[in-house]
């Protein structure tokens, strides 16, 4: 795949540089402050586009292209289609300076082509297959013209009432970091100035996970530790992977809104890491300032917002009211304004817009778009090819292009979380099948949130996958059995019919597209009560139940639910829903997903993740666990499934571990990690059943003794091998210190030496254990307490 692109890590181009400074030196004040303004195109509705939340600032079509025409905007977002951002940039071309728009949209988990939800997808375990996927989005949307995503979403999730842990990559710092880079990637490509490739957003910046009681928007109060250690690492990882602007987000960290975090925004971002590109504001919250009470009136919040690095106020419109206002005061200098109209157009030119300002703007079939495509690849060659994705194309993208790509991925965001008496998977050929649940038919409820540019009608329902698939279709009858939220008049008394009538029952029941994304934060998650009972009278009938569970987070399952002889979790699949679940209940492929988070007991268990710490009296596996100790006294303290857990169509042995520290490392059975060396870590895994399965080997450590407490588990490392039936394959790991690194007391990065606890493991909670020695610098000493700097 692509390498990252880093268009501004390297040195700054003199020439460009050049440019833009002429630019400053001509621009009126007017003219920076709507460089930093970004806006839905007025005409949103009348193209039959996805609604703008309200806006703070309206304006009519007329009135926002003369605004354009009189440099007051840096660009438009979530404008669909070529002709209205034509229209656009041609006012910006007559503009005095002639600086091209942004194009941005949201284009979260697909453009056209919908694929999983990206919580879905993390469960594939498969960074490059999320890399294919945002690349695939990257050349659908830049055909319509986009330059820019409001993606990835890289915020850790650990509270499951929160609505948004469906947009992310779940619950562990290394896998998220893993997906965030793999995203940026994607969208980026080979190079910003190139064809089919996108300017990605890790958002929301930071620590928009940890709101108070899983509520989006509020109040997040956690430590620096926990800040740096959990919720920071994923965006670092996008920035590392070349990622040129990051969005702000709404919510506080210890007293301090985001949006005005002069410490997180200059401080970490800029000064520690040395992002080169641009802060959005997310959705009016520079505006939101005064809600939070750190700014009098909206002009103060331009105010704190721009002095803490907020570089661009997203549809609130009040940088482009008070920003000129604030530097003729004398409140903002002017060399801080200049700095962040500096960055955007920086950006502008590592798009290559100044050059081809109508990139991807072509009218379909039009002799221009030929040349408009020919000029851009002339100086920039197209994307280089990955998988199942499409190469950029000037006029749009064939539909069908990345239907195999929407398919596998599907298919490998599924997760089979138990399999009793192995009930799957089914014989296509015999089994007569009842499929029950709101979610069973119907081309609606199957792409998830922020699928805002999907094509009505396009994704493929279950029964259709089923029937399509079937020897016999008439063997599969298909009853709603209850609404989402509510019974159906003779609901019940159907779904019972029919599974009394069939060999196995499957129950697609969960929650709807509404339940997740913004603003869908949920106190019970538990399935809906008329769900509940279409699964209590179902199971009744004594048959066979496998639940289709669709999901924008981890749900606490019960009753029926949770005894049911198998599960799948299955998200939001997006385009091709049905035909991946064919895939796998009829045995084509074997389930391959894993957990990215985990499932909880008990709704009251959350927030949950694996990694979490021992405290000082932990309640040992098991319920009830002993008086006095860390736990719930009505239900374990354990989740239901852990992060990692999912089962194939086989049984996965994990046998023979091994640590070895190289020659003469081995003391009284305990390998040793010498300061500079490595550990190598082997295990054998073993398929003993009978069909090919993919097993994802997890590498959990834990430190023992540190000078602060660490976690109980953290995953390392994580490798996918493919078993044929009855084949061991050895996996190895290499381990060195700097992946036993953490922050010391003075929150600077330690390594300890001391014992060390591992895991070769199918999930956080099993496997094969192992102990280690990581020796001091120089130690030929045993074991003994000593600190070493400097992972
Ligand atoms: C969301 C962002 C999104 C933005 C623009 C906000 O409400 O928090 O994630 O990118 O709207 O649509």
Not at 769 to 781: H, I, K, N, S
Request: aromatic letters at 6%; hydrophobic letters at 45%; one cysteine or more.
């Amino acid at each position: 795949m692509a390498a990252a692109a880093t268009a501004l890590a390297s040195p700054l181009d003199p020439q460009r540089e050049a440019h833009i400074d002429a630019l400053l030196a001509r621009m009126t004040l007017e003219e920076k402050a709507g460089q930093l303004t970004l806006e839905a195109p007025a005409d949103n509705a009348a193209l039959g586009n996805p609604p703008a939340q309200p806006s703070a600032e309206r304006a009519d079509v007329r009135e926002q292209l003369d605004h354009i025409r009189a440099g007051l905007v840096s660009g438009l977002f979530n404008g669909v289609g070529v002709a209205g951002k034509r229209r656009a940039q041609e006012a910006a071309m007559a503009s005095r300076l002639q600086i091209p728009l942004l194009f941005a949209a949201d284009v979260i988990h697909g453009f056209r082509t919908i694929f999983p939800v990206p919580l879905g997808e993390a469960a594939s375990w498969d960074p490059l297959l999320a890399e294919r996927t945002a690349r695939a989005a990257a050349v659908e949307a830049a055909a319509d013209g986009f330059h820019w995503t409001f993606a990835p979403m890289v915020d850790i999730a650990r509270d499951a009432r929160w609505g948004r842990g469906v947009e992310g990559a779940g619950e562990d710092v290394l896998l998220a970091s893993r997906f965030a880079a793999a995203r940026v990637r994607g969208f980026q490509g080979d190079g910003l100035g190139r064809d089919g490739n996108l300017l990605a957003t890790p958002k929301h910046f930071a620590a928009y996970g940890a709101a108070e009681g899983g509520i989006d928007y509020n109040t997040v109060d956690l430590s620096e530790r926990t800040l740096r250690e959990v919720y920071l690492p994923p965006f670092k990882a996008a920035v590392e992977a070349g990622a040129l602007s990051v969005m702000s987000a709404f919510n506080e960290i210890d007293g301090v809104p985001a949006t005005a975090n002069e410490a997180l925004l200059s401080g970490v971002l800029r000064r520690e890491w040395g992002f080169r590109g641009f802060v959005v504001a997310d959705y009016t919250a520079d505006a939101e300032l005064v809600s939070h009470g750190v700014a009098a009136d909206e002009r103060e919040a331009v105010r704190l917002a721009l002095q803490a690095g907020t570089d661009m106020a997203l549809q609130s419109g009040l940088y482009r009211r008070h920003l000129p206002g604030l530097v003729a005061a004398g409140e903002v200098s002017r060399a801080q304004l200049d700095e962040a109209v500096r960055r955007v157009l920086r950006v502008k030119h590592a798009l290559g817009l100044f050059e081809h300002p109508f990139r991807g703007l072509a009218p379909v079939g039009s002799a221009a778009a030929g040349a408009a495509s020919a000029s851009a690849s002339a100086s920039a060659p197209a994307a280089s090819a990955a998988p199942g994705v499409a190469q950029p194309a000037a006029g749009g993208v064939d539909r069908e292009a990345h239907r195999g790509l929407a398919r596998e991925v599907a298919r490998r965001s599924v997760v089979l979380l138990k399999n009793d008496g192995d009930l799957l998977p089914l014989n296509r050929a015999e089994t007569r099948i009842a499929l029950v649940g709101p979610f069973a038919g119907g081309p609606y409820e199957l792409n998830g949130p922020w699928s805002l540019f999907a094509q009505h009608g396009r994704a493929i329902p279950i029964d259709q996958g089923l029937r399509e698939a079937m020897a016999d279709p008439s063997r599969l009858s298909v009853v709603p059995g209850c609404a989402i939220e509510a019974p159906l008049p003779g609901g019940l008394e159907a779904a019972v019919a029919a599974a009394r009538q069939a060999d196995v029952v499957l129950l697609a029941i969960g929650e709807s597209e509404a339940m997740s994304g913004e603003s869908r934060s949920r106190a019970d998650i538990t399935l809906p009560r008329a769900q509940m009972a279409l699964a209590e009278a179902v199971a009744d009938t004594g048959k066979p139940l496998v639940v289709l569970l669709r999901n924008g987070r981890p749900l606490a399952l019960q009753g029926a639910v949770r005894e049911a002889r198998a599960i799948l979790v299955t998200w939001f699949l997006g385009d091709q829903t049905g035909p991946a679940l064919a895939d796998l209940l009829f045995g084509e492929h074997s389930p391959s997903g894993r957990l990215p988070v985990s499932f909880p007991q008990s709704p009251g268990q959350v927030p949950y993740a694996y990694a979490h710490k021992p405290t000082g009296r932990p309640a040992p596996a098991g319920y009830p666990a002993p008086d006095y100790t860390a736990r719930y006294l009505d239900t374990a303290h354990a989740p239901l499934y852990a992060f990692g857990h999912g089962l194939g169509y086989a049984p996965v042995r994990y046998e023979a571990l091994q640590l070895d520290g190289g020659a003469g490392s081995r003391g009284e059975g305990e390998a040793r990690l010498r300061w500079d060396g490595t550990l190598q870590v082997r295990a054998r895994v073993r398929n003993a059943g009978s069909r090919a399965v993919d097993e994802t080997v997890q590498l959990y450590v834990r430190d023992r003794v540190a000078s602060v407490t660490r976690p109980v588990r953290e995953l390392k490392a994580f490798q996918r091998v493919r078993l044929a039936p009855g084949q061991a394959v050895d996996v190895a790991f290499t381990l060195r210190r700097g992946d036993l690194a953490f922050l010391g007391r003075d929150l600077k990065t330690t390594v300890e030496p001391g014992a060390f606890d591992l895991w070769v493991a199918p999930s956080a909670v099993a496997g094969l254990q192992g102990r280690f020695w990581l020796e001091g610098p120089g130690a030929e000493a045993g074991p003994g307490r000593q600190e070493a700097r400097a992972p």
